[in-house]
């Protein structure tokens, strides 16, 4: 992702009317948005829950001050489609269980397909708040402030979210069969 700077003048600009700026806004933050939605839920479901965020983010763009920067600003409303979508889900029996593998290898910072797999497994074991604040903090690079605006609790509360989702998953891996583990 571009500067918060950068990305936040971006984010003003568009909100003026400007249209070249809110194309460059899209595109400078819509990788990071799409990995936090990934890791949240799953690959297949990050595209529709994207393109919700940007629809949210593009209608109130005329009302963004700009107290916060527009990354921070940005993954509060991916956090509220996020929410949403649970809500959604949660009143609705699931059908299927749908993995795309190979979105999920992308989705990973890893290089090798298998450790994406496994990171998505750890990840995916862990609560919904955990994952949040690790996500955000350890994946996406957001400051524990940052971290604790998007997630809408103290910075405490993302600190510790962030140690006990780390001690979650050196128990999962613990756990994890040694074949998974060296793939």
Not at 123 to 134: C, M, N, Q, T, W
């Amino acid at each position: 992702m571009n500067g918060d700077a950068t990305v936040t003048e971006l984010a003003l600009a568009a909100g003026r009317g400007d249209r070249e700026a809110a194309a460059a806004f899209v595109a400078a933050t819509q990788r990071d948005v799409w990995r936090f939605l990934a890791h949240l839920f799953s690959p297949a479901e990050a595209d529709d829950l994207t393109q919700e965020t940007y629809l949210r983010a593009l209608r109130s763009l005329p009302k963004f001050a700009g107290r916060s920067s527009a990354t921070t600003w940005l993954f509060a409303i991916a956090r509220r489609v996020a929410v949403d979508q649970a809500r959604g889900a949660a009143a609705r029996p699931r059908l299927v269980a749908d993995s795309d593998w190979q979105t999920i290898g992308r989705a990973t910072e890893s290089s090798r397909f298998e450790e994406g797999v496994v990171l998505r497994h750890l990840l995916d074991g862990l609560s919904v708040e955990r994952r949040e604040a690790f996500v955000a903090t350890q994946v996406l690079g957001l400051s524990y402030e940052e971290a604790a605006r998007v997630c809408d609790c103290p910075v405490g509360t993302i600190r510790s979210r962030v140690a006990r989702a780390r001690e979650d998953l050196v128990a999962a891996m613990a756990e994890t069969p040694r074949k998974l583990r060296s793939v």
